[in-house]
C-alpha cells in the first residue's frame, strides 16, 4: 500500500460513503411525512413521546417533571389553553424569575429537518438563546408537515390578516458533537414532545 493511501485512506471509500449517505438520505425521503419528521427529530436529539389520547399526555407530562425533579417549581408559559396541566402540577407560571422549563405548543412541526416551528404565540418575543434550556411542547400529528415553506404557508393561512411575529424554528437539541457553518449560533435545548394522535 502507498504512504498515500496510508495517510489519506483510499478514494472509494470515500466514495463508498457518499453513496452511502445518499441512499439513506433518499431512502428517509421515501418515508411517510410523520416517520421522516420522527427519524429527523430523534437524530437532532429530541425526546419523543407519542401520546393516542389526553389521559396519556397528562402521565406522561407528570413523567417529565419526575424525571426531571421540576414538581412545584416555575414554569415558563404564556398561554391559557395549557393552563390547566400546569395547575393539576402544582405550577408556578405567574411571572417566574428562574423557569426550570418552558411549556408551549407550536405552530407546526417540520419533518424534513426534524425542528419545532414557532412563532410570538407561543413564546411572545423571546429568541432560542433567551428561552430556558428545558423545552416541553404539546403537538399533534396533523402539525406535522414537510418543510418550513409548507409551516409558514399554514401560518399565512391560520392566521388570515394578523400574522404573528418571531416566526422562528428550533432545530438542535444536544450539543453537536462537530461544529461546522450550519450549526453556528445555534443553542442546544433538552426539548421533550409530547405528541398527541388527532388525525
Known sequence: MSLFKKIFG?????????NQSEYNAHKNASLPVDERFTFNFKKNGGKFIYCENLVEVKEQ????LEENDWFESEVLCYQPKLYNLLD??????????KPKFIFASCENLI???????????????LK????PDNIVILATTSQI??????????????????????????KYF????????LTYGSCPKNL???LLEDL
Open 10 to 18: 483510499s478514494g472509494n471509500d470515500a466514495s463508498n460513503e457518499g
Open 61 to 64: 407530562f407528570e413523567n417529565i
Open 88 to 97: 393539576e402540577n402544582k405550577l408556578n407560571y405567574n411571572q417566574p424569575a
Open 111 to 125: 419533518a424534513d429537518e426534524g425542528s419545532v416551528l414557532f412563532s410570538s404565540n407561543q413564546i411572545k418575543q
Open 128 to 131: 432560542p438563546n433567551e428561552l
Open 145 to 170: 408537515l414537510e418543510s418550513k415553506s409548507d409551516g409558514l404557508r399554514m401560518i399565512k393561512k391560520k392566521y388570515d390578516k394578523d400574522y404573528p411575529s418571531n416566526i422562528t424554528t428550533i
Open 174 to 181: 444536544e450539543k453537536v458533537q462537530e461544529e461546522d457553518f
Open 192 to 194: 421533550y414532545l409530547l
